[in-house]
């Protein structure tokens, strides 16, 4: 089990919006930044948000992180399919002294 | 441009010692960030083992710690993971990467991967 909670899966159709959910607790996103990366099956994780709502260089402005509480989202606007992968999100754990990441949500761009 | 190769054993037997090297191009491991080993087992999601301060300071998954040691060599711009005991379910694919050191948790840049398989 996974310390942050996603949904396994999300799914909308191209040109849409959708949204990732990550839950987890005050010792961790209540207190602490997230980020989200995004894997494609075969390659390593890519960091797309960082600072709760920073993108890196490179990254498109569609995608879009927030945070309120011990929640954080995930927005990708203008979906397309070559944005089908896995998106996880990641922080920092306070109680347990370590890094922590959710489970992982699928996107399907159908 | 920072790029990270992990490199070491694809095949580890039952009962004995996981070792990996990351080797670090395009920054100095002993001017700042962490320098963090991440897995992820097939088909499952990623699953943090530990991470090195430039200092030396470390943090470890405590489900793992028991079993981790995670070091820096300066001299040759590398770190090293060892994990000990192994069994099968320490099949993954290891991750190097280089950690934000006022960002916990926001890894940046990343190793292609390697895949250790702990079979006999």
């Known amino acids: 089990q996974s310390v942050l909670t996603q949904p396994p899966s999300v799914s909308a159709a191209p ?22 990366y995004q894997q494609f099956p075969g390659t390593a994780p890519k960091l797309l948000i960082y600072d709760n709502n920073k993108r890196p260089s490179g990254i498109p402005d569609r995608f879009s992180g927030s945070k309120s509480g011990t929640s954080a989202t995930l927005g990708i606007t203008g979906l397309q399919t070559g944005d089908e992968a896995d998106y996880y999100c ?20 159908l | 441009q920072v790029q990270l190769q992990e490199s070491g054993p ?31 087992p097939p088909g499952k999601g990623l699953e943090y083992i530990a991470s090195i301060y430039h200092s030396g ?48 948790g926001s890894f940046d840049y990343w190793g292609q991967g390697t895949l250790v398989t702990v079979s006999s």
């Open chain 1, 15 to 36: 040109g849409q919006k959708v949204t990732i959910s990550c839950s987890g607790s005050t010792s961790n996103i209540g207190n602490n930044y997230v980020s989200w």
């Open chain 1, 90 to 109: 990641g922080t920092w754990d306070s109680s347990l002294r370590a890094v922590v990441f959710g489970g992982g949500t699928k996107l399907t761009v």
């Open chain 2, 10 to 40: 694809g095949l580890v037997k039952p009962s004995e010692t996981l070792s990996l090297t990351c080797g670090v191009s395009g920054y100095s491991i002993s001017s700042g960030y962490y320098w963090g080993w991440i897995r992820q």
């Open chain 2, 57 to 104: 300071t470390t943090s470890y998954n405590p489900s793992l710690k028991s079993r981790v040691t995670i070091s820096l060599d300066t001299s040759k711009n590398h770190f090293s993971l060892e994990l000990s005991s192994v069994t099968a379910a320490d099949t993954a694919v290891y991750y190097c990467a280089r950690e934000g050191q006022w960002l916990r």
